[in-house]
C-alpha cells in the first residue's frame, strides 16, 4: 500500500526558513513533489522532481525554495528560505506512479510575526 508522509510544517517568521520532508512507502516513483494550498485558494504546484533530477519550480518559489530527493530511499525535501506571509499554506507531498497520483495529509506551514 502506498503512503506518503510529510514531516516538518510548523510555523516560522518572515524572511525564516523551514524544511519538509515527505517519505514514500509501496513503491518508487518517476517523479515526486510538493503542492501548497492556501484558505480560499486553489492547490497549486510548488516544486517537483524527476527520477532523473530533472525540478520544476512555480515562478512564486524559484530562487528561494529547494526540492532534492533521496532516490534509494524515496524521501524528498523541500528547503523554503526566505518565507513570505503569502508561503502560507498546507503543503501536500504528491507523487506519479504507473496507477496514478497520490497525495500525502498535508503539513502546515504558516508564516507570521
Known amino acids: 500500500q502506498v503512503q506518503l508522509v510529510e514531516s516538518g510544517g510548523g510555523l516560522v517568521q518572515p524572511g525564516g526558513s523551514l524544511r519538509l520532508s515527505c517519505a514514500a512507502s509501496?513503491?518508487?516513483?518517476?517523479?515526486m513533489g510538493w503542492y501548497r494550498q492556501a484558505t480560499g485558494k486553489q492547490r497549486e504546484l510548488v516544486a517537483t522532481?524527476?527520477?532523473?533530477?530533472?525540478?520544476n519550480y512555480a515562478d512564486s518559489v524559484k530562487g528561494r525554495f529547494t526540492i532534492s530527493r533521496d532516490k534509494a530511499k524515496n524521501i524528498v525535501w523541500l528547503q523554503m528560505r526566505s518565507l513570505n506571509t503569502e508561503d502560507t499554506a498546507v503543503f501536500y507531498c504528491?507523487?506519479?506512479?504507473?496507477?496514478?497520483?497520490?497525495w500525502g495529509q498535508g503539513t502546515q506551514v504558516t508564516v507570521s510575526s
Open positions: 504528491w507523487a506519479r506512479g504507473n496507477l496514478g497520483d497520490y
Open positions: 509501496g513503491r518508487i516513483f518517476y517523479v
Open positions: 522532481m524527476t527520477i532523473d533530477g530533472n525540478t
